[in-house]
Each structure stands twice: as C-alpha cells, then as structure tokens.
Nanobody, 116 residues
Framework: QLQLVESGGGLVQPGGSLTLSCAAS????????IAWFRQVPGKEREGVSC????????NYADSVKGRFTISRDYAKNTVYLQMNSLKPEDTAVYYC?????????WGQGTQVTVSS
C-alpha cells in the first residue's frame, strides 16, 4: 500500500524551530509535486508550501514566507519543511500531499503546537 508518513511535529516555544519530514513508502516522491497543508479544528485546511517535481519551483503562503523552507532529499525519498521563528498561530496539524495526475496521496498528519 502506498503511504506518506509525516513526522517531526511537537511542542515548541514561540520563536523556536521544527523540521517536519514527509517520507514515502512504495513510491518515489521525485515524480510528484509535494505540498504541505495545515489545519486547525473548525477551519479549512490551508496550503503552506509546495515544491515542484525534479526540484522545481517552490511556493509559500504569505503567512510563512521567509520563515519556512521546503526541500527534497532524493536519496532518502523525503520532503522536509523547515519551520523557523514559529508563532502561536502556526499551531495546527500539518499534512503532506503528493500529487501526480490523478494520483493524490495524503499522510496522516503531525501536530505542531507553538506555545510558551
């Protein structure tokens, strides 16, 4: 079964950093556009960042621009989201998504809590 698994979430103080990982099982992420989304209870899931195939272009939501960085590690078949200068409003469940044509996969999510 094809799977995406997120990890790296946790509790961090405001101004701190976390790195989220999105690893694939049984398929190669290199061929997929990868996006990170986040969701807070009672609100719609929102896009945070995305990266094109073959190390293509990256995009960021205005709310995270300059603080978050998305990247790929081809050898590890993993996509990362480096999150710096975290704010309480970054608290959410973060999901990764892999998209290629009609193939669309989601991970189970990882909780990020920014609180003092």
């Amino acid at each position: 079964q094809l799977q995406l698994v997120e990890s790296g979430g946790g509790l961090v103080q405001p101004g701190g950093s976390l790195t989220l990982s999105c690893a694939a099982s049984r398929f190669t992420l290199e061929y997929y556009a990868i996006a990170w989304f986040r969701q807070v209870p009672g609100k719609e899931r929102e896009g945070v960042s995305c990266i094109g195939t073959y190390g293509g272009s990256t995009n960021y939501a205005d709310s995270v621009k300059g603080r978050f960085t998305i990247s790929r590690d081809y050898a590890k078949n993993t996509v990362y989201l480096q999150m710096n200068s975290l704010k309480p409003e970054d608290t959410a469940v973060y999901y990764c998504n892999a998209l290629r044509g009609l193939d669309n996969y989601w991970g189970q999510g990882t909780q990020v809590t920014v609180s003092s």
